[in-house]
């Protein structure tokens, strides 16, 4: 079995918008490019356009899969019962249905090389499942890259290096 040993989680943080997503996949691809056979799982969320405006995020599995995290322009009675940050309602259901199982012990593989987890923030942790799930990835002995939004308080993230994007 393979140590990752201290140190082996390191979290991109800034404000909305300045490039943490951006930053981890093209660190992702950098690394894929430099070693062809590396072994990664995760997701990433990505933004949902619509008329050149932003209208809500997807969650996006490294094979590809892609599901809803949150949208403004649904309104379909369910969705009112859906929790809201600013303008978006967040839909926990699909969100879990694709990033839990990514997360699930029995899902990591011994053998994954980078973790990436974007991101660990408000619309996610809606979810009660969610945080505990990445807490037993960081415990893992895989090295982790994950997101957070600028920390104003909250739980630690155990091992981790944190990175700042700044405009």
Known sequence: ?????????????????????????????????????????????????????????????????KGRLASSSISCSESLKWPSVGKYRVDIASFEALALPELQSNQVKEDTDLFIIDEVGKMELFSSSFFPAVLRVLESNIPVLASIPIPKFGRDIPGGHIVGIYE
């Not at 943080?13 to 996949?25: A, F, M, N, R, Y």
């Not at 950098?30 to 008329?51: C, D, H």
């Open 1 to 65: 079995m393979r140590m990752a040993g201290p140190g082996k989680c390191f979290l991109v943080t800034g404000h909305p918008g300045v490039g943490k997503t951006t930053l981890i996949i093209k660190v992702l691809e950098t690394l894929k490019i430099s070693n062809p056979n590396l072994k990664v799982q995760g997701f990433y969320t990505s933004e949902v356009r619509e008329a050149g405006e932003r209208a809500g995020f997807e969650v996006v599995t490294l094979d590809g899969r």
